[in-house]
């Protein structure tokens, strides 16, 4: 598929793949495509930063690569490796072959035979669909020494392995860098990048999330389900739930046979929006039925 020629037609690829997204946020996908820059999305975990990855790459039938971030992450592990019990096997035989010479055997370890490809040297081969889609999720788990690594990589698009040389990708990636905001990524990456916040959703576009995403709810359900946890995120909680615990929650309520949420059902079902037991606990008692009131009188207001 073409890449989306305006921003109406960048909505209308992501809402098919089932994103509903925001004029601004297509905004800033669409001068990423047009561009050809990485677009830098940071945001409270669960407002669908990592989704909208899935959907350009679906809707755009391309490749998704994903680089998942963590503390202690290395260039190695992010661009490639040599398969090293291949590798001993090989030279076993040779030796038990008798004869082998070093420098040829030297060559024969060191080449793709032997490769083991990591998600950034992956993104910079030919795909016969386009470049691919690279998201390189949760940035902000990894540590100084690799975001400048990063930093270079992105700025040429190409990674070097010394045994084999330079790799340049001879169409750049699609590269989306997700951050949770844990700790401040530093300004010469972002420079780089385009630069969005993704925020919860008002009540408007996250009734439109539910039913595209659970349409089987019904409208009542929904609204009561999404003022409840826009309440919920007005509250002081160790962990604010996002659109995926938005979505978690409906299905299972849904499962449940739920018709209309009371204090009882909220207390029974407090796992699948809150994930720490001190949010949890503050959610016992009278307080669940305090922000259902709430949500049930914003309602009546709206």
């Known amino acids: 598929m073409t890449q989306p020629d305006s921003i109406d037609a960048v909505q209308k690829m992501l809402g098919a793949q089932g994103y509903v997204c925001g004029r601004a946020l297509a905004t800033v996908v669409f001068l990423s495509l047009k561009l050809g820059r990485p677009l830098f999305l940071e945001g409270e975990a669960g407002v669908g930063k990592t989704e909208i990855a899935k959907a350009m790459a679906a809707g755009l039938n391309r490749r998704l690569i994903r680089l998942q971030c963590y503390e202690g992450l290395d260039a190695s592990s992010a661009v490639y490796e040599w398969n090293f019990p291949a590798q001993m096997v090989a030279i076993r ?62 700025s040429d698009f190409q990674v070097t392995i010394p045994e084999l040389g330079t790799v340049k990708a001879p169409q750049p990636p699609i590269v989306i860098v997700t951050s949770n905001r ?19 959703p008002d009540f408007d576009r996250e009734i439109e999330i539910l039913h595209t995403r659970a349409p089987e709810a019904t409208e009542a359900l929904s609204r009561e389900v999404v003022a409840f946890v826009q309440r919920l995120r007005t509250e002081d909680l160790f962990k604010k739930p996002g659109v995926a615990e938005t979505l978690d929650w409906a299905k299972c309520l849904l499962a449940l046979d739920v018709i209309n949420l009371s204090p009882e059902v909220i207390g029974d079902t407090l796992g699948a929006i809150l994930k720490y037991q001190d949010d949890i606990q503050k959610l016992q008692g009278s307080e669940a039925k305090r922000i259902l009131d709430q949500a049930k009188a914003d309602l009546e207001l709206a």
Request: net charge negative; proline share 5%.
């Open 93 to 154: 035989t040779a030796e038990a072959a008798g004869g082998a010479d070093r420098g040829t055997l030297q060559s024969e370890l060191f080449s793709d035979e032997y490769l083991v490809e990591r998600p950034l040297l992956q993104a910079m081969r030919p795909d016969e669909n386009g470049a691919p889609v690279l998201l390189i999720d949760e940035l902000d788990r990894t540590d100084e020494p690799f975001e400048a690594f990063l930093l270079e990589a992105l």
């Open 182 to 200: 844990t700790r401040e990524v530093h300004d010469a990456l972002k420079r780089r990048c385009l630069y969005h916040w993704v925020d919860f």
